[in-house]
């Protein structure tokens, strides 16, 4: 087995000569520089698998050495070093493309949990298979870019938030991400944000333990510790309530958590996503959403596109969902008529692809058994037409524009319940209204029975 190298980066002796000793104790081999320039020649004499490499260098910028290193032609890991507390330039580093970062001064645990992590890239990338067309289904060129962007996110361990709206497959983005990268063989914990009562979030989040509070009658522990080694997926996180958010917060910086009657923190190695269809900017703004925690976990931002930006990968998607739906292969799967195919193509998706599952699912129950025909897809009428049919245009003679916009209102807010059977917690959450919100629309609406 080939002796892996590591390239260490550091004008203070004594940090080189503890990494130094750290490394050649996991059987790395490895050469250092106290300058960009000596980090330079070094990169051009030999291939290394890891690079470890201070941010402030005598004669320049080690987030220099981290752009060099990811726009080389065989790009390996780099990972910063950054001074207790700055946090700043470890989110500009990762942006940039650096795998992880380590604070001094340097936590010994975590550098060889950091650097145990990166030297699985080696095997990884030839063991693993990064073609995710048969997972995330689609060939625009919307979808290719999120293939790509996903193919790159797994080689880093920045934390990614993903944006979009209810239904578009964010969690599916997620799940992706962790597979595709060197954590996929431990675990991917999924968590509903809004779905935890805010009174139980620290423990589900961080652990307890036994007597810690009325109630807990042994030890438990959080999905940090349960996602240890592996990815964190916090959807709607910004359902969050401030008293968390802080807590969330220290627990990306230090990389340890503590859980409820505990004295100790305890030390975890987790990647975290997140993800949310409500603008987390403007929560910002407003002073619902912390500004830090925002940054920290916004280190990258993957957008998933509503369905109605890409019809053209509806055929593909019915498909495939017809065959999961009946169990039966691709040759006697239930065909779909053309002008039914068409007129999902014009349709607008408000609920996106969790609703064209429904509307399948739906038409499977009417269909003749041969042919799914635009009747028994059943879709709203006139919102399966165009969309600009439906919102724009806006004729005086029929009455007043307040009128207009709330007979359109109207019929969105029936959609969504009827989508969720007349469930107003799921309806409100589709529409991405709170549930009080909702319930006043209901009440002027005077659909509240």
């Known amino acids: 087995m080939k002796t892996p190298f590591a390239l260490i980066v550091d004008d203070e002796p004594d940090i080189i000569e503890l990494l130094e000793i750290t490394l050649h104790r996991m059987g790395v081999e490895t050469r250092s520089a106290g300058t960009a320039s000596g980090a330079r020649r070094l990169l051009q004499e030999r291939t290394f698998d890891l690079c470890l490499t201070d941010l402030k260098l005598p004669d320049g910028d080690g987030l220099e050495l981290v752009e060099l290193i990811q726009s080389s032609d065989a790009?390996?890991?780099?990972?910063?070093?950054?001074?207790?507390?700055?946090?700043d330039t470890a989110i500009t580093a990762m942006k940039k493309g650096a795998f992880d970062f380590v604070s001094k001064p340097?936590?010994?645990?975590?550098?060889?949990?950091?650097?145990?992590?990166?030297?699985?890239?080696?095997?990884?990338a030839s063991a693993k298979d990064r073609r995710m067309r048969h997972t995330l289904l689609g060939e625009s060129q919307l979808m290719r870019d999120i293939r790509s962007k996903i193919a790159k996110l797994a080689r880093s361990q920045a934390p990614v938030h993903i944006h979009g709206e209810s239904g578009a497959g964010k969690e599916l983005v997620a799940r992706l991400i962790h597979q595709q990268s060197t954590?996929?063989?431990?675990?991917f914990v999924a968590i509903n944000c809004g779905a935890i009562p805010h009174e139980l979030m620290?423990?589900?989040?961080?652990?307890?333990?036994?007597?810690?509070?009325?109630?807990a009658v042994g030890d438990k522990k959080g999905l940090f510790q349960a996602a240890d080694g592996g990815t964190l997926f916090l959807d709607e996180i910004a359902d969050l309530p401030p008293s968390l958010q802080v807590k969330l917060l220290r627990a990306i910086q230090e990389k340890k958590i503590r859980p409820v009657g505990e004295q100790q923190e305890i030390p975890v190695d987790?990647?975290?996503?997140?993800a949310t269809h409500r603008n987390l900017a403007e929560m910002v703004q407003n002073g619902s959403f912390r500004q830090d925690l925002f940054y920290r976990i916004n280190v990258i931002e993957l957008n998933v596109p509503p369905l109605r930006e890409r019809t053209a990968d509806v055929p593909a998607l019915a498909e495939h969902i017809l065959v999961r739906l009946t169990g039966q292969t691709q040759t006697h799967k239930p065909e779909i008529s053309p002008a039914a195919l068409d007129a999902l193509q014009r349709y607008r998706f408000p609920g996106n692809i969790r609703e064209l599952e429904n509307i399948l699912e739906r038409a499977l129950a009417l269909y003749d058994g041969k042919c799914i025909g635009v009747d028994d897809l059943n879709l709203p009428v006139g919102i399966a037409e165009t969309h600009l049919s439906e919102e724009s245009r806006y004729d005086p003679g029929r009455g007043s524009l307040e009128d207009y916009l709330e007979a359109i209102e109207r019929r969105a807010i029936l959609h969504a319940l009827e989508e969720n059977r007349w469930n107003k917690t799921?309806?409100?959450?589709?529409?991405?209204?709170?549930?009080?919100?909702?319930r006043y629309r209901l009440k002027k609406l005077e659909l509240d029975d």
Do not use: Y
């Open 270 to 274: 987790v990647r975290l996503l997140s």
């Open 426 to 438: 799921a309806a409100a959450k589709q529409l991405g209204l709170t549930f009080r919100s909702f």
């Open 183 to 187: 954590r996929s063989d431990k675990s």
């Open 202 to 215: 620290e423990s589900e989040f961080f652990g307890h333990k036994k007597g810690s509070f009325t109630g």
């Open 106 to 124: 340097v936590d010994l645990p975590a550098l060889r949990q950091l650097v145990a992590n990166a030297l699985k890239f080696k095997d990884h």
């Open 75 to 87: 790009p390996h890991p780099v990972a910063v070093i950054t001074a207790h507390g700055n946090m």
